[in-house]
């Protein structure tokens, strides 16, 4: 490759990540302080990018110079959006995941692809008993929040209604992405074992809140065999009108999955690699994603697809789940 096709090369890479609305000579325009004519002079690669101007554009997109090169090395960039993040502010988090999943949808054509340790976070905002015990264990068991740490846990004191309105706003983005979600039995356990420890720690305020958030998990795993059934994803309560894009949901008994979301918009592949509980690593290296894709996609060809089909192993699959979400009621 010469400079020129090196230079096209790199630019042709950022277009694909940038939403259809916008410039890619707007972009550098304002990046780099220069005219639109420079600026389209750059792109075609008439006019020789600078050290110092590669530096910002990589940086401005996450790129790395072995990647804008296509040197052969084993080092692969990653983004840390949180790693100069003192304290998490949970409304906050929520609004991060909501931008993302807009961006997502910014483009025509795009694609999930979930393997999952847990449940997607969102999919615990689908109703608000659910949502307020979850925002309030992870505020107070794991980000050690002083306004949380001597309160019981109490429907009727604690709603977090904001973030609440954020999950409900998160899932209807999520809901409008094609998607692939490869689950198995463990997939409730940690929200299972957080339930079970709050019980037998007395930090539910009284008996019914205990009742009221078994049965919002309950309704949410109603919900979610629905939405497999029908292949499709919508909110609680909506009508055939309104559903969304397609689902399709594995399950894998032997795969232990690791909460890592792949992304396909047009042309362009990002990973997602969470780390700390909240915290998540992003790459839009070309090598790691189609490694990360192609082994996806080998778990999938040993799973057991159980949306739009196999109700038997649906069935079976959701009744095992609930069965130990009542167990909780003991």
């Not at 196999?310 to 699959?317: A, N, P």
Request: aromatic share 12%; hydrophobic share 40%.
């Amino acid at each position: 490759m010469t400079a020129i096709d090196l230079q096209q090369y790199l630019f042709s890479v950022i277009k694909g990540t940038l939403p259809p609305h916008v410039s890619l000579a707007d972009e550098l325009i304002e990046m780099l302080g220069v005219s639109a004519d420079s600026a389209y002079r750059r792109i075609r690669g008439e006019k020789p990018l600078t050290l110092f101007e590669m530096k910002l554009i990589c940086e401005k997109f996450g790129l790395s110079l072995d990647k804008v090169l296509q040197l052969k090395s084993d080092s692969v960039v990653f983004q840390a959006p949180a790693i100069n993040r003192q304290n998490l502010v949970f409304p906050e988090y929520l609004k991060e995941v909501l931008e993302q999943l807009r961006y997502f949808n910014s483009f025509k054509e795009k694609k999930i692809l979930y393997l999952c340790k847990d449940l997607p976070i969102w999919q615990f905002y689908l109703y608000p008993e659910l949502a307020a015990f979850k925002t309030f264990f992870w505020s107070k068991t794991l980000l050690n929040q002083d306004e949380f740490s001597h309160k019981q846990f109490s429907l009727a004191e604690i709603s977090f209604q904001e973030c609440f309105v954020l999950g409900q706003q998160i899932n209807n983005e999520y809901n409008q992405i094609p998607s692939v979600e490869l689950w198995n039995r463990e997939s409730i356990h940690s929200t299972l074992s957080q339930i079970e420890y709050y019980r037998d720690a007395g930090i539910f305020k009284t008996r019914n809140d205990l009742e009221t958030v078994i049965n919002s998990f309950a309704q949410t795993l109603d919900h979610l065999e629905l939405q497999a059934e029908k292949g499709v994803k919508f909110m609680p309560g909506s009508t055939d009108v309104s559903y969304r894009s397609s689902m399709q949901l594995y399950i894998n008994e032997v795969v232990i999955g690791s909460n890592t979301i792949l992304a396909e918009m047009v042309s362009s592949k990002m990973a997602f690699i969470t780390y700390n509980v909240f915290s998540y690593l992003i790459t839009k290296d070309t090598r790691f994603n189609d490694s990360a894709f192609n082994a996806f996609n080998n778990l999938v060809s040993r799973s057991t697809l159980i949306s739009g089909t196999g109700e038997k192993d649906r069935q079976k699959f959701f009744k095992a789940l609930r069965e130990k979400v009542h167990a909780l009621r003991t």
